[in-house]
């Protein structure tokens, strides 16, 4: 971003939300994913798509591009307006339906999905945002993290710990 670009950027981000709040993009090259590594940096991209369906600006158009551009990997991702329907998109997305970025993290498998009762994936979708926020914001999301493993521990904390095992 040239110097100009960046003055008229924190003018604008002033207006409306700190930067600190939503997800800012790695790189200014157009058509590259934003990469999200942090706990933090996932809180921000919801915090983004919560501001931008309430109809906020999301502290500039490079912040409104990147998340846009993340939703445009998700199927139907142009047309979610919340959270819950962003998780929704990527935990229900295809096995087979890689983006190479933090969204492969939060397919659940396939056949899981099909087990489990909709009430129980509802639950377990708006509890999202409160797993996410129990990890330390300024730690890495470690490779082996995914919703799997995390709606099996919700099923078994939540349903006095019953149960849905995955073959490896």
Known sequence: ???????????????????ADVLQPTTNQPNTPIQ???FGELTKLIQ?????????????????LAVDQLLGLVPGGS?????????????????TKKTNTVLD??????????IIDDTVEAAFIQHLEE???KH?????????????NELRDFIKTTYHGRSVEIPH
């Open 48 to 64: 983004s798509i919560n501001l931008k369906s309430k109809g906020k600006a999301v502290a500039g158009q490079v912040a409104n």
């Open 1 to 19: 971003m040239n110097k100009d670009s960046k003055l008229i950027w924190e003018a604008y981000t002033k207006q409306f939300v700190s930067e």
């Open 131 to 133: 797993i996410i926020a």
């Open 105 to 114: 993290k939060f397919d659940i498998d396939d056949d899981m999905l099909k």
């Open 36 to 38: 999200v590594k942090t």
């Open 79 to 95: 047309n979610i307006k919340t959270a819950y329907e962003f998780f929704k998109a990527v935990v229900s997305k295809p096995d």
């Open 136 to 148: 330390d914001q300024n730690a890495a999301i470690p490779n082996d993290w995914n919703m799997t």
